[in-house]
């Protein structure tokens, strides 16, 4: 059998690691366009700590319902929602509205989304709304990915629950650079058969003598590596990267974050 690749078993089953790249000069731009400076996280951690921490804790999970720090809220989602609700308080509860200015209210969003850590990457999160208009229009996601039953999934990961699964960085990443994020389980493959078939489609398993995969027509289908003429396992993503402004990535990213399952 020619081109056969027997993958590390770390690489396989549920592995979730992602295969890192390092990114070109363009792709750390179109990045950094999409998130808080490091400047802007460090001053919203004391901006936080002196504001916000004696109610929501410095975990940010001090009230029920709420986890700051891994992105559980009870109302909004988008960096809009997370400011009004900041400038605006809450009625009814235990939430003041607080008169801050701009560049400290920027940097509580950017330490919230950060996931409370000075250090860390703060991606910026749009519009429920507007982000699901991308995501069924003109990011044209729907053509590969699955969301509750909706949409292609011979090509993609079905997406119904990427909101638990994935950060708001990890889902940047995704959409900027595709390759870089793709799980090696997700990886498009090709297969030849020893009669002359030739298959593609997307690696769903995989051990040491078999491949389990679904393939261009949705079908899920396994093989022995031994009883196959050619497997091949492509190294990079297949996903289409269409332009989208840093509005239309922090949209696509605030509907994504959405996407919890199905109740």
């Known amino acids: 059998m020619r081109n056969l690749r027997r993958p590390s078993p770390a690489g396989l089953g549920a592995c979730a690691l992602f295969l890192v790249v ?3 000069p363009a792709d750390a731009q179109a990045i950094a366009d999409h998130t808080y400076p490091a400047e802007a996280i460090q001053a919203g951690s004391r901006v936080y700590l002196t504001e916000c921490a004696l109610c929501h804790g410095s975990n940010g999970d001090g009230v029920d319902g709420i986890d700051l720090r891994r992105g559980l809220f009870r109302g909004g989602r988008s ?3 997370l400011r009004r609700i900041i400038t605006s308080g809450v009625g009814g509860s235990r939430m003041p509205a607080l008169d801050l200015p701009s560049a400290d209210l920027d940097g509580v969003v ?3 989304r950060a996931g409370f850590d000075p250090s860390g990457v703060a991606v910026r999160v749009g519009d429920v ?3 699901q208009e991308v995501f069924e ?3 044209r996601c729907t053509e590969c990915h699955r969301v509750n039953g909706r949409g292609g999934r011979r090509l993609a990961p079905d997406l119904s629950d990427i909101g638990v699964v994935r950060t708001p960085a990890a889902l940047q990443r995704t959409i900027l650079d595709p390759t870089s994020a793709l799980q090696p389980i997700n990886r498009p493959v090709r297969i030849v ?6 298959i593609r489609g ?3 398993n995989e051990d040491t003598h078999t491949v389990q995969i679904v393939d261009s027509q949705e079908r899920l289908r396994s093989f022995v590596k031994a009883e196959l003429a050619e497997y091949e396992v492509r190294e990079t993503a297949s996903m289409p990267t ?3 402004s840093p509005e239309q990535v922090a949209d696509l990213i605030g509907y994504l974050l959405t996407l919890r399952g199905l109740p």
């Open 22 to 24: 390092a990114p070109t």
């Open 79 to 81: 960096d809009d929602d």
């Open 110 to 112: 950017a330490y919230i």
């Open 129 to 131: 709304a507007r982000g």
């Open 137 to 139: 229009g003109v990011g």
């Open 193 to 198: 058969t020893r009669d002359g078939e030739t």
């Open 202 to 204: 997307r690696r769903l």
């Open 242 to 244: 269409p332009s989208l």
